[in-house]
């Protein structure tokens, strides 16, 4: 039901997009006259802005990194920055599935609602992981302090993103039920007002490109004497997880949405060599040469990473 063409899905993004039973689920969900934020839901807020006939609510969609054609963006970090200067009377959260991040995100939310307001989150089931059913109940504990709420079983589903389709076909013990490809549903009307979670400021930073329906990570290490990229096991790019607590996770240091994955030394001079391959800056810049250039362009290309580009490439950047 997207209107907006967005790029695939992102490993750090914790990127699992809706189904298009769940989005017209949760849009007739959405009250009338009302203003509605839409935090971390890109799919609903363009099957929201584009539905016939118009929606009579205002709306914001917040969100980490810009949606091309969602007009009503506020593009910043909840992890990390404040809630909005505004009282909204709705919103609808699909936060990461991990109880520091959910309570942050519903404080979030509180904060920028009217005292009768109500908020709709997406909640992971008790079998996503062995400590999942524990973090439900300690969440649960905690709402009880300040909210009202109930939840609705298996009422979400996600389409399985292209990244988790390239390690399943790469990994032979990898989990076949998808068990987190279902989810279940709160509702929750505050009673109280709730102080903002602590934010969650991670420690490294990341450069994100979008290429057309390619994003590509590199971990900013501000190492520049030499670019070297290698791979993380054996002689495959392919990183054949999609946990946070997969081992050697944290050797990553060029990531792509097509969960090709390697080892970066020398950051900022291959984000000078990557530039000049796509196209958007010349080596007369500020590129300086380097001895093993040639093997990057090929290794970028034995990524699918399109030489030249011809259509706009967006950068940004997050913590984690």
Known sequence: MDAIKRPDPHPLDFDWRF??????????????????????TPSVATAFVNST???DSSYSLIERQKIIGVANQINLDINIDRPIDREAQFALIDAPWYLNELMRWLTWAANSLVSSGTILA????ENTRPEAGDERLALFDWLNTWA?????????????????EVAQLNNPEFINEKRWLKGDLLVIKPKNPVALVAHLKGTTKWLRYV????????????NDDYVEINYLDGSSWVWPHISRRAHGRDKIGLWSSDNLAASLNGSAQ????????????????????SSNSEKINDILQAWNIPKAFSGNVYKWQHQE
């Open 19 to 40: 189904s298009s039973s769940t989005v017209s689920e949760l849009l007739g969900r959405i009250p009338t006259g009302k203003d509605i934020l839409f935090i971390g």
């Open 122 to 125: 997406s909640l992971w089931p």
């Open 148 to 164: 009202d709420f109930y939840v609705e079983t298996s009422v979400l589903s996600y389409e399985q993103p292209h990244f988790e």
């Open 211 to 222: 290429i057309g329906d390619l994003q590509l990570a590199i971990k900013l290490d501000h």
């Open 270 to 289: 291959f984000i000078e060599i990557l530039d000049e391959y796509l196209g958007i800056s010349s080596a007369g810049e500020n590129c300086r040469s």
């Open 53 to 55: 006939p118009p929606c």
